[in-house]
């Protein structure tokens, strides 16, 4: 198809005003030629015509007879017709009594034609009966002007076909390229974003096609994070009905077993207590973390920022978790790498939540023979804290993994109470404060970092 753009038109009018201005410049330039050539003749015989009048002025006067002067002047083999003229402007002899040249002979006027030209030259003697001499160069049959305008107007033949074939190659090759470009746009507009347009160019047409591909591979990788955002919240949903239907089914048989508390003896009855205590806090803390999962998810989540001492806080926090780490007989270990009086602007209360949450799972995952550590640096402009711990099973799962929402070791799954949610949390939390979560697992050993930019 051809592409009756703005630009197309526009192009197609600069190229007529060219070739027409170029044309323009040809008979413009072919008689300013004309001319200089003619001035150029003129002055190169000035002295020649008056060597003439000083031998005219020697042999002859006024009264001699015409055919004396023409033999002289026809002797003199000019390569051009002279005239001569008395004073009162009356032509006296000439070398050209017939043909076309005999019509400049009528006036003492310089004249110009297509076929040829008259000069006139005034004698310097003012004495002398032959006042002036009139040159003629007539050309019948190759006009002067003719000689010099054939050759531009061949030219401009010339140029016109070279530029029209080159216009013509350069319009169909922008056309190909257009073509594919719309046929590639065609595509991506209908949903095939895997496409990519060929074009190696610099161009403005390759800026555009790469700038399609860019915008292409960018919404090919939104629609798969939207497709592994549903999958996830698919899964959420379906690891949520699983992990609440196990207490609430255990729930409703209580329920049924008090409704028939006859059946079952007072100390029977009393011992079932403790389990439906057991699943109602799960069925609570799995609410509360979904909620708390939902919440830090939106936009409306509050932080509350401001200005705090970092090693205060992972001193004071890290007093606590050795207070509930304690009871357990789990080691811990606390490593602070950080300037004296370091102060961040940070939520605290949100960064103690991610702390609370990392070692509540080395709590309940970790093998607490071994040393729960907690190290916190600088690296250039970001904050490194980690906790790391040794694992009471091995993972072979890719460390992103684990802060998929409702995920959970494989190796015991229902030996630890929990519904999966923790770094999920962490992730989620560590994000809205600006900063990301990074995993790696080495063996059994697993560190959690969270990466904080520095902002004071």
């Known amino acids: 198809m051809i592409f009756r753009s703005l630009s197309s038109r526009l192009i197609a009018i600069l190229c007529f005003i060219s070739l027409l201005t170029f044309v323009v410049l040809v008979l413009t330039n072919t008689y300013f030629i004309r001319n200089a050539v003619v001035n150029l003749l003129t002055d190169l015989q000035r002295d020649r015509i008056q060597h003439l009048f000083a031998q005219l002025d020697a042999r002859f006067s006024g009264q001699s007879p015409v055919d004396s002067l023409n033999g002289f002047l026809q002797a003199q083999h000019y390569e051009y017709d002279l005239f001569v003229f008395n004073r009162g402007g009356k032509p006296l002899a000439g070398t050209a009594a017939l043909g076309p040249e005999q019509r400049f002979a009528t006036n003492l006027q310089e004249e110009a ?8 030259i005034y004698n310097q003697n003012p004495q002398s009966d032959f ?5 003629v160069l007539v050309h019948q049959d ?3 002007l003719k000689k010099v305008l054939w050759p ?8 016109i076909i070279v530029s029209s074939t080159l216009g013509w190659v350069l319009i169909r090759y922008l056309n190909r390229r257009l073509a594919r470009l719309k046929t590639g746009v065609a595509q991506i507009s209908a949903g095939n974003f895997q496409l990519q347009l060929k074009d190696e160019g610099q161009d403005e047409i390759a800026f ?11 919404l090919q990788q939104l629609i798969a994070s939207l497709e592994q955002s549903n999958a996830a919240r698919q899964r959420l949903i379906a690891h949520a009905s699983h992990e609440i239907k196990s207490p609430l089914t255990s729930l409703k048989g209580f329920v049924d077993i008090i409704e028939y508390m006859n059946v079952l003896p007072e100390q029977q009855r009393r011992d079932l207590l403790p389990a439906v205590k057991k699943d109602l806090r799960r069925v609570i803390k799995i609410s509360n973390d979904m909620l708390e999962l939902a919440r830090i998810s939106t936009p409306e989540f509050p932080l509350d920022l401001r200005q705090f001492d970092l090693a205060t806080l992972l001193t004071e926090e890290h007093s606590h978790f050795v207070s509930r780490a304690r009871p357990h007989g789990a080691r811990t270990q606390l490593s ?16 103690s939540q991610i702390l609370d949450n990392l070692w509540n799972n080395a709590l309940k995952y970790g093998d607490l023979s071994q040393t729960i550590r907690t190290a916190a640096r600088i690296d250039a402009d970001t904050i490194r804290m980690g906790v790391s711990n040794i694992m009471k099973a091995g993972l072979t799962v ?9 995920y959970r070791n494989p190796a015991n799954p229902d030996k630890v109470a929990g519904a999966g949610l ?6 989620e939390l560590a994000e809205r404060l600006g900063g990301q979560t990074q995993a790696r697992i080495d063996d059994k050993q697993i560190t959690i970092t969270i990466l904080l930019p520095i902002t004071k």
């Open 131 to 135: 006042f002036a001499i009139k040159a």
């Open 336 to 351: 602070l790498d950080l300037p004296a009086h370091f102060h961040v602007h940070s939520d605290p209360e949100r960064l």
């Open 208 to 218: 555009l096609a790469k700038s399609f591909n860019r915008m292409a591979a960018q």
């Open 113 to 120: 034609s297509l076929d040829g030209f008259a000069k006139v």
């Open 142 to 144: 190759l006009p002067i």
């Open 152 to 159: 531009f107007l061949l030219s401009t033949i010339f140029v």
């Open 422 to 427: 923790g770094l999920a949390i962490v992730k």
């Open 398 to 406: 890719a460390p992103e993994q684990l802060f998929e929402p409702f």
